[in-house]
């Protein structure tokens, strides 16, 4: 691809840094300026960068480079950054998209996160504060996508089709299960107080008993633990709560 004033395929980038790279962060932002100092902070971060002057060169890229995020200016040449920010979505619903944007009214930032945006960082920026909702972004999709399935001891659980399996013969749980266990896994080796559980599983205000917590539980255990008074997997913690461990 020749390079211009509006696009450049990070190329200078030392050899020992690209065999390492983490992945492709693709900067959509008109301002050659800026592109410099967005393309240096991630680079030093270990990311290979694709840089796109206008929204035409940003789709091409996209579609060319599968990049593991955007950070996406709102004013462009061709295409707005709403429009892309859509147009994006719509490619690949799982590529987070971070704006970057002098905009600062509370409107315009939720209209972006209604249209798919992952997150919206404010011009001028701490390049610290960037990188980590950026990467956190990142941490986040590929948490979702690592957990539709998941395995422990001699369980496989896909969490996308709703179907588990232990020592390759299937076990029957109910959606609530599901739910609780997809929690449990997304907070391993953390204890979950029932208070918690109950607020984030079952959404519950005002909790109406923290037995439902244990009975929910004890099913897991009989379904999952090959022996449910002994468990290995989803221990008590006394006087604290619950805590899975893989």
Not at 29 to 49: A, G
Not at 134 to 153: C, G, N, P
Not at 190 to 202: C, F, G, I, K, S
Request: glycine share 4%; net charge neutral.
């Amino acid at each position: 691809m020749a390079k211009s004033k509006d696009t450049e395929l990070e190329a200078s980038t030392p050899d020992a840094v690209m065999s390492a790279s983490l992945g492709t962060i693709l900067i959509v932002e008109d301002d050659p300026r800026m592109q410099k100092v967005l393309r240096r902070i991630f680079t030093e971060e270990r990311y290979t960068v694709a840089v796109a002057g206008d929204g035409q060169t940003a789709l091409d890229l996209f579609r060319s480079e599968r990049p593991l995020a955007v950070v996406l200016d709102l004013i462009l040449p061709q295409f707005s950054g709403r429009e892309l920010c859509q147009m994006f979505k719509s490619m690949s619903s799982e590529t987070p998209v971070i704006v970057l944007s002098a905009i600062t009214e509370v409107v315009d930032k939720v209209l972006l996160l209604e249209l798919g945006a992952d997150d919206y960082v404010t011009k001028p920026f701490s390049p610290r504060e960037l990188t980590a909702r950026v990467q956190a972004a990142i941490r986040r999709q590929k948490k979702t996508t690592s957990l539709e399935t998941y395995r422990f001891a001699d369980c496989e659980i896909d969490f996308k089709k709703m179907t588990a399996r232990r020592g390759g013969n299937p076990v029957v749980l109910t959606a609530h299960e599901f739910k609780l266990l997809k929690f449990f896994t997304e907070h391993s080796e953390r204890v979950m107080t029932r208070e918690v559980l109950l607020n984030e599983v079952w959404g519950y205000n005002f909790y109406p008993t923290t037995r439902t917590v244990d009975n929910q539980i004890l099913k897991l255990r009989q379904k999952l633990e090959p022996d449910p008074a002994d468990p290995k997997h989803l221990l008590t913690i006394y006087g604290a709560g619950y805590k899975f461990v893989p």
